[in-house]
């Protein structure tokens, strides 16, 4: 491989998916989901799932050496510890300090239809305001810890969180046809910049996770290789289209055998919906890995396991399927992207 000067690679600092604590064999192996995307002394976050600041320091990084936190949609599970990391954040910068970029859905503006299997239609919490974008939520995240921050900021003198991060919502063009209830996932729709400085650009697409939307994939391309990170989805040619010639792919799996095992059996209207969401918004081990071969990835790393405790050997039982590298990282590995020059990439 060529030697290369920002060696462009990511950092898996939690592999499980899910709004929960994973219990039973293998709990608390893998935190929440978080990517730290590095290149050269840059490092950028995808999502910021439960545990993301004590694995960021595990991994040798500090909120300072962030420059963007990406999100690739709002549920729980890849927002969790947004606000930990800007205000426990606090701690690690310094005055002066270029401010960090939080980038992420807008407001869905609509809430989604509810599910046929209800008797009643569930009412809405907060129906002022019920689905706020990026910039919203971390507004009202550090509304909710002013008590603390005010303490702080008069007695300790430390700056404010809203010095130092800027959040923004990514703003989706118009004429693609994006409806969030009729049309969340336009098809042919056109991967878009969402992002870029010295060191990489980052582009964006539409992926199916309904009922959320918008949900995102991104992907990062840099002089020297490119990773794409799938989000949370269901099988999409978006994605397919995204990731076309990608040097590392990671993306989200998940157990069919464990939602048949966990919830075919209850029987309840609740069971059967949560079934349902399932099958329509994730993707299995074979079904990414055929997303990938079609997409001509070099690297196609699994991430987002749900449930975060299936044994290892239920996620490799796949990897003969996929003719380039196959993973299925733990977490804080570290996996390179940078580019293999085609000639080398035709005798791996």
């Not at 040798?60 to 990406?70: N, P, Q, S």
């Not at 995102?216 to 010639?245: H, K, M, Q, W, Y």
């Not at 380039?324 to 390179?336: A, K, Q, R, Y």
Request: aromatic fraction near 8%; include cysteine.
């Amino acid at each position: 491989m060529q030697s290369t000067s920002l060696k462009p690679h990511v950092v898996t600092l939690g592999t499980a998916g899910g709004p929960r604590w994973w219990t039973g064999e293998n709990a608390g192996k893998r935190s929440g989901i978080a990517t730290a995307v590095v290149v050269g002394s840059a490092v950028y976050l995808v999502d910021a799932g439960t545990g993301v600041g004590n694995q960021l320091m595990k991994a040798g990084f500090t909120v300072a050496d962030l420059r963007g936190i990406f999100l690739t949609h709002l549920h729980s599970d890849h927002t969790i510890d947004l606000a930990s990391l800007a205000i426990f954040g606090m701690f690690n910068l310094s005055p002066g300090q270029a401010p960090i970029h939080i980038v992420g859905p807008g407001n869905r503006g609509a809430l989604p239809p509810a599910s046929p299997r209800a008797a009643v239609a569930p009412q809405p919490l907060y129906p002022a305001n019920p689905t706020p974008g990026t910039a919203d939520m971390f507004s009202h995240l550090m509304q909710a810890y002013a008590t603390d921050l005010n303490d702080r900021v008069i007695d300790a003198l430390r700056p404010s969180p809203l010095e130092h991060f800027i959040a923004t919502d990514i703003v989706i063009p118009e004429g693609t046809g994006y409806h969030p209830n009729q049309n969340p996932t336009p098809e042919d729709f056109i991967p878009f910049e969402i992002y870029s400085d010295d060191l990489v650009t980052v582009t964006a697409t539409l992926v199916k996770h309904p009922p959320i939307a918008p949900a995102f994939a991104f992907r990062f391309d840099t002089a020297e290789g490119s990773v794409t990170i799938s989000g949370d989805t269901a099988p999409c040619e978006n994605l397919v289209t995204l990731a076309a010639g990608t040097d590392l792919l990671l993306h989200e799996a998940i157990d069919f055998d464990w939602v048949e095992r966990s919830y075919g059996s209850i029987g309840t209207e609740a069971a059967r919906a949560s079934m349902d969401h399932h099958r329509v918004s994730h993707t299995s081990p074979a079904q990414a890995i055929e997303l990938a071969e079609r997409a001509g990835v070099r690297t196609l790393a699994l991430h987002h396991l749900v449930p975060g405790t299936t044994p290892l050997s239920v996620w490799l039982s796949h990897a003969d399927g996929f003719s380039g590298t196959f993973l299925v990282p733990d977490d804080l590995e570290t996996i390179s992207f940078a580019h293999v020059p085609s000639e080398m990439a035709a005798t791996r």
